[in-house]
Each structure stands twice: as C-alpha cells, then as structure tokens.
C-alpha cells in the first residue's frame, strides 16, 4: 500500500498557475536582525516549521544572510517533488556527500539519477517483496526471542540491529552480512549522530580536533566505508551472482555500455544501506513507543494476529490481512515520521502556487509539519490509526501523507519498508506488550531523523 493519498489537488493548489502574475512569498514573522530566523530554527525546529503555515503556503526564511524558501500546503509539496524544475541539493545533502561519497543514487541528479534508479529499482519492486519474506520473518522472530519477559530493552541498539540486518540480509544476501551486521549498525549510530552536529553546528576545524568524539566519529564512519568495501570485495571473490541488489550494483553499466566505476558502486551501496537504516530503525522506535503508549492497540493487534494467523508464528503471507497492524504502521509513520525535513534547490527561476522562486533557491518542507497539520486532520494530535481505514482515508487531503515523498526522489523501499514494519509490529506484539521503565526517555530526538533519546521498555508476556 502507498499512501501519497487521496483527494485531488485543484490546478491552482498544485501549482498550476501560468495565468497569474507570480507574487514574491510573504516573509515569515519573528525574523531577528542580522540572525534572521536561523535561532528558532535551531532552538526548536519542530515547532517552528509546525508553525509556518500560518504565514502562508510558500514562505520566506532568513537564515543569516540566505533566503530560504519553505512550502507548507501539502498540494504544494507534491508540486515541488513532481516538478522537473527542482533537484536535490542544498547545504543538507552537500554535507551529506562529503561524508558519505558523491556517487551514489540519494545524491546524484540528471541522467545519472535515472540510470541508478533504473539499476536499484528492481529490488525494491511489489513482485520482489515476498522473496524477502522468509529473511524478514527470521529476523522479526528472532527479535523476541532475544527479548526476555520483564527485562529491559534498549530500543535504540535493538531497533538500529533489526533494521540493519533486515535491509543488510536482504539486499546484499550472503552469510556474511549476520555478523557485519552488528558493525553496521554501531557505525551507523555514531555516524548519524555526528553528521547532525556537523550540520547544523558548521565548525569546520573544529571537527578535525583529535578529542574523542572526533576520534569516536572519525573511526566510525572509516569502518562504514571499510565494511562496504570489504562486502564488495568478498562477492567479487566468491564468484557468485544471486539475484540481490549487490549483484544488480556489479553488473550495471553506464549510459555507454561500460562497466560503473569502483566508487560508484561503494557509494552506491552507502547510499541505500544509509537511509535505508536509520529509517526503518527510527520507525521502530516510535512503533515500540506508541504501542508502549496505546495498550489498546497493542491488545488490538494482538487480537488481529492471532485471528489472522490461527495462532500460528506470524509469516509475510499474513501482512496483507492483517489490516489494523498496517493502520499503525501508517499512524506512526503519520505522527512520528523519521524523514521530518526535506530540501530542494530550484535549477531555473520558476513559480509555486503562484510565487515566485528563483534559480538557485534552497526550498525546504518538513513532513512533520504536513502530516500534523489541524488543516489537514481531525483531532490531528491523536495516534488513531482507524484514520486510514478506507472510509477514512478519503478524508486527508492529496499529499498530506507521503512519509515516503513522491516523484523521481520516491523512496524506493516503500513496499520493502512498510511489510517489514508490518511484519516486525505483528511478530513483537503477538508475544508482548510494552511497559514504561523508569529513567526512560522517550521524547523526540531531532537528527537527520526523528527518534526517542533513549526509550528503555520492558516486555511482558500476555
Ligand atoms: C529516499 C523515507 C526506508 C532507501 C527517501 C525519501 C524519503 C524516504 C522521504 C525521499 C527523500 C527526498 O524526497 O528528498 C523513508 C522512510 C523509510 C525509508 C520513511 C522507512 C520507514 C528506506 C529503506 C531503504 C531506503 C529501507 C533502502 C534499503 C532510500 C533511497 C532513497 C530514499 C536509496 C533515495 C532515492 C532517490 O533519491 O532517488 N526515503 N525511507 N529507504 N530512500 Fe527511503
């Protein structure tokens, strides 16, 4: 199931506006002199974005001496990700490239961009799902078996291992992944965390100090770039050629016929075991959150299991069933995204429902912000995943949910994600419900994604 939904967007809303003189964007309030609103952005960037709309649907930002432009109507969201006359760039994804390589698919813009999707694409197709199903399935229990009734569990290092072995054991199939798995997922960690700070705290040399964060951060992501190399390596060893994502990575060729290059298949792999990660494993902490916080749900999809699957260990074939659990993946996805803020970057001067935006323009449009917007959803605060029921569903306007954006930069992994979420939801909760544990802290950790600081729950047996 996609959930770019539902409603159509009327021509004007969507950006249709050839007739109409475009106007320059309102500048939002609460600019302060020579800072501009780069303090409350950086103070509170949640709440800051939430507020935008209330200035108007495509708003002037001053960050420093920049003008950056945010979107807030979601019709105008899907205008920008649907227009050939943005890209992906912006100060984001250039720190992005520095450390995580240039060549890789979630960077690269043009026909490089087309031909890596045609090349990724594959794997990620609705008919290729299910050959992950048995990988999925093993991972899923194997996570509460590991868990043991009424002791602790540190969701963070559990949801980033489960994450990274699924999308690692899958893509990139091969034994090797079940042990390099749990170095993946430390690496990702650190490096997730330092790339934020370097983000948003430019200190330049700072970062070259040799204190141990630095260290810390410098180690990990070398053996990031290390393990990808070493993964490459060995398949090209073993002579084999299984029907994954690697072997598609190895074999393609470049708009001449040649084989790609060495770097582009390691940033290749980067990028997709990257975002891949930390997404799903972002996800899984609120999913772990929310059922912690809603024990009708979680009996709710107990129930559901147990219907579905006569109680029998919970399989890929049952997802499609189990409908309810699905509706909480999306609520979460709603309510919790981990992907909170997007960027583009105009490549002529052009227009957005109506205002003009020049070449060169930094966009920006936070997720968040859309799929918690008052405008677009009834009681807009509350996790009730029978919103997405289909008699619902009609109700939330055209682009209001696209956890997944749409356009040429569509995740690709929306299929892949939203089963094993699915599959994940219903394996732990067949088994467990979620109790708070003291010195838990799950409020909402704003990185690159979104997660809990450090959400500590104990599973207890039904
Ligand atoms: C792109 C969200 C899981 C690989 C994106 C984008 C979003 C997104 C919003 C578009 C970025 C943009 O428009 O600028 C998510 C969410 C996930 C998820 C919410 C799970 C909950 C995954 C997984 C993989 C993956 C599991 C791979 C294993 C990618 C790649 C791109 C991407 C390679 C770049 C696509 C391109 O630029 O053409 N993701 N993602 N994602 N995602 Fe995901």
């Not at 330092?194 to 964060?213: E, F, K, N, T």
Request: glycine residues 8%; contains cysteine; neutral net charge.
């Amino acid at each position: 199931m996609t959930v770019e939904s539902v409603k159509p967007a009327t021509p004007e809303a969507a950006g249709n506006t050839e007739t109409i003189e475009p106007v320059e964007p309102p500048l939002a309030g609460g600019a302060v002199p020579g800072l501009g609103h780069g303090l409350k952005l950086v103070r509170d960037p949640l709440a800051f974005m939430a507020r935008l709309r209330d200035h108007g649907e495509v708003v002037r930002l001053k960050l420093g001496p920049k003008t950056v432009y945010a979107v807030t109507a979601p019709a105008l969201t899907g205008a920008l990700a649907l227009s050939p006359d943005f890209k992906i760039s912006g100060p984001v994804w250039e720190s992005l490239e520095g450390l995580l390589g240039k060549e890789g698919v979630a960077t690269a813009n043009g026909p490089t961009h087309r031909r890596q999707r045609r090349t990724i694409q594959p794997a990620f197709r609705l008919d290729a799902i299910p050959a992950y199903g048995p990988i999925m399935e093993e991972e899923a229990h194997a996570l509460t078996e590991r868990w043991r009734p009424g002791r602790t569990i540190e969701c963070t290092s559990e949801a980033f291992r489960v994450a990274v072995r699924i999308a690692a054991r899958c893509l990139l199939r091969g034994e090797f992944m079940d042990e390099r798995a749990e170095r993946l997922s430390t690496d990702l960690a650190v490096v997730f965390r330092g790339m934020y700070r370097r983000m948003v705290v430019p200190l330049g040399p700072l970062y070259r100090l040799p204190i141990p964060a630095n260290r810390e951060f410098n180690r990990a992501l070398a053996d990031l770039h290390l393990l990808v190399d070493e993964i490459v390596a060995e398949r090209r060893a073993s002579g084999q050629k299984p029907d994954d994502l690697l072997t598609a990575l190895l074999e393609a060729r470049d708009d001449n016929g040649d084989p790609i290059g060495e770097q582009e298949i390691h940033d290749q792999v980067v990028a997709i075991l990257t975002p891949g990660s930390e997404t799903v494993a972002s996800t899984i902490m609120w999913l772990l959150q929310l059922l912690a916080e809603h024990p009708e749900h979680a009996e709710k999809v107990r129930a559901e299991v147990e219907s579905v699957t006569g109680g029998q260990p919970v399989g890929f074939e049952h997802v499609r069933a189990l409908r309810h659990t699905n509706n909480v993946v999306l609520e979460a996805l709603r309510l919790r995204p981990a992907v909170w803020v997007l960027t583009r970057r105009a490549i002529t001067d052009t227009t957005l429902g109506g205002y003009r935006v020049p070449a060169g323009a930094d966009i920006i449009y936070s997720p968040y912000a859309i799929q918690r917007d008052p405008r677009s959803y009834d009681r807009h605060l509350d996790f009730d995943p029978d919103r997405w029921l289909p008699e619902r569903a009609g109700e939330v306007p055209k682009y209001a949910m696209s956890p997944f954006s749409v356009g040429n930069r569509k995740c690709p992994s929306d299929h892949f994600s939203l089963a094993l979420l699915s599959l994940v939801v219903a394996a732990i909760s067949a088994k467990y419900r979620f109790e708070q544990v003291a010195g838990s802290d799950g409020s909402t950790r704003v990185g690159i994604t979104l997660r809990p600081y450090d959400l500590l729950l104990r599973p207890v047996e039904w």
